[in-house]
């Protein structure tokens, strides 16, 4: 059932970019995980993979990312889809 | 089996390496293609030895760390990357045919090369790049040592020459990754080209280049990437544009693993180690009468290798008695090094070469002069 809380995707220009900011996402202790990254973000989801951040957390994201000049294409909010029950990933 | 043939390839792997090429295999997707955690895993393991070559070698981002199947293949992508037709370019005669025959193919398409001379000794004279140098030059394409001779050529001072003529210095570190220091940024290397199978003990078919933020490499091929797939043309951003097609993520797995040995044990103490056996084994040999050493022994910083010859008897034929009558795996031939044959004199005979890694031994090499010695007195 399509879940209507905000959540926002951070996208990048291949994996290596996403996976050196996941690294240091998770070295801040600010919670992140590993997704398929949404293909109706079009253009902007060039690369397969992104990082869902809830919507709590994504001014302390988006702070993190400026004072470490975390390198990522755009960040994105979707709602209004499945939600995964837990992190299969990380 | 004696394994003298280290300089084509190390045989002795640390056991971590093979466990992990063996778990990669039965865990890895392939990287950059899908996020399920086979794929994540595989790109995962990528990513860290991206970040263990540009930690061991200096490179400033690990993005800038792109992976090719061995060092040719990213010699290949760095002289057709930064050279076109009507550029000029130094190289030099300790070059292996991986870095001539692209620059040979470029020139009969208009690049114009030059060519530093080596002496008998298998050495250049530094003050000859500063010759060859021109304002329109593009970049010196050179070896760190010579496969053949083991000869260390001092990149630091090349490279200060070669930027104060505005060139880039491209350099192939076959010989000499993971056996010696290779620091990019002191050294001003602009792009390094490795292989993973040799002194970094890791898997054939993995190796890659590093490549200093802010020389740009036209791709050498191009498709897929698992990024920008609606774009016509290759991905822009390092390392993407350089890698299309699937990653060779097992073997890169293993390559992992023999970062993870090398900074265990560190490059000085496992080049001590085999760096002392090359030199115990030139000591000997180099005494036995009719027998012929190549190379500049006399250099602090050298690869383990010493390259001979005994009387006027064929390198091949050599090579063929040690191994069937010694069991000793030696290189004979011309070691796809042509102009340092030239140099050498060593054209028609070829050389049998005795290559060292840290899993050899003394004894090992004890045999092998005593079988020196033996074919010496026929």
């Known amino acids: 059932m399509p879940d209507s809380t905000l959540r926002y995707y951070i996208l990048f220009e291949n994996y290596e970019q996403g996976l050196a900011l996941h690294g240091l996402l998770d070295e801040q202790g600010l919670p992140n995980r590993i997704a398929p990254a949404p293909r109706c973000f079009k253009e902007a989801a060039a690369c397969g993979m992104s990082l869902l951040v809830e919507e709590a957390d994504i001014d302390a994201v988006r702070q993190c990312i400026k004072e470490n000049r975390g390198e990522y294409r755009a960040i994105l909010p979707l709602a209004g889809q499945l939600q995964a029950r837990r992190d299969k990933y990380c | ?378």
């Open chain 2, 1 to 378: 089996m004696i394994y003298f043939d280290n300089a084509a390839t190390t045989l002795h792997k640390p056991e971590g390496v093979i466990e992990a090429v063996v778990r990669a295999m039965k865990t890895s997707g392939n990287a950059a293609r899908g996020v399920h955690g086979a794929s994540l895993g595989a790109a995962g393991t990528v990513y860290e030895t991206r970040k263990k070559l540009a930690e061991l070698f200096h490179c400033p981002r690990p993005d800038h760390v792109a992976f090719t199947a061995n060092a040719t293949g990213a010699l290949n992508i760095a002289i057709y990357g930064l050279l076109a037709p009507g550029d000029h370019a130094v190289t030099t005669a300790l070059e292996h045919n991986s870095v001539l025959r692209p620059l040979y193919d470029l020139e009969e398409r208009g690049l114009r090369l030059d060519m530093v001379p080596a002496d008998r000794l298998g050495n250049v004279r530094y003050e000859d790049f500063e010759r060859l140098l021109r304002p329109d030059t593009k970049a010196v394409v050179c070896t760190h040592a010579s496969n053949l001779t083991g000869n260390v050529l001092d990149l630091r001072r090349i490279g200060e020459m070669a930027h104060r003529h505005g060139a880039y210095l491209i350099v192939d570190a076959s010989q000499t990754a993971g056996c010696l220091p290779i620091h990019m940024e002191e050294m001003g290397i602009d792009v390094l080209c490795f292989t993973g199978h040799k002194g970094l003990l890791g898997p054939q078919g993995t190796g890659g280049l590093c490549i200093r933020p802010g020389v740009e490499l036209r791709p050498f091929q191009r498709g897929g990437s698992g990024v920008h797939s609606y774009d016509r043309r290759q991905p822009s951003a390092y390392p993407t544009r350089l890698e299309a097609g699937t990653l060779n993520s097992h073997g890169l797995a293993g390559l992992s693993a023999a970062l993870d040995y090398i900074a265990r044990e560190g490059v000085g103490a496992l080049h001590a180690a085999e760096d002392a056996l090359a030199r115990r084994f030139y000591g000997e040999v180099s005494r036995i009468e009719g027998v012929t050493v190549y190379g500049d022994h006399s250099q602090a910083q050298r690869a383990p290798i010493v390259s001979l010859n005994i009387r006027d008897y064929d390198s091949a034929v050599v090579a063929d008695v040690l191994y069937t009558d010694y069991e000793i795996a030696t290189r004979a031939g011309a070691h796809c090094a042509p102009r340092m044959h030239e140099a050498l004199g060593t054209t028609e005979q070829g050389a049998v070469r005795f290559s060292f890694s840290p899993f050899n031994t003394l004894e090992e090499v004890r045999i092998a002069v005593e079988a020196i010695r033996d074919l010496s007195k026929e």
